[in-house]
């Protein structure tokens, strides 16, 4: 999943209770990924960052058919 974050997008986000979180949009819009809460932005950012590194080397599983 080399590509993976080259192709989709980060949405950051507060919350009712004004918590931090971020979505994983792919470039249709479609949320692929709703991170947990986070304590602050800082947090939340260091949050993206980890997933970014990681979906670098994920493997991609086609479980469509």
Same mark, same amino acid.
């Given at each position: ?10 949405? %950051? ?15 249709? !819009?479609?949320?692929?990924? *709703? ?6 932005? %800082? ?15 994920? !493997?991609?599983?086609?479980? *469509?058919?």
């Amino acid at each position: 999943c080399a590509d993976c974050c080259n192709h989709a997008r980060f949405e %950051q986000k507060i919350s009712k209770r004004e918590e931090t979180y971020f979505l994983l949009l792919v470039t249709s !819009k479609q949320v692929i990924c *709703t991170s947990e809460i986070y304590n602050s932005r %800082q947090s939340m950012i260091n949050g993206i960052a980890s997933v970014k590194k990681s979906a670098s080397n994920a !493997k991609i599983e086609d479980l *469509t058919g």
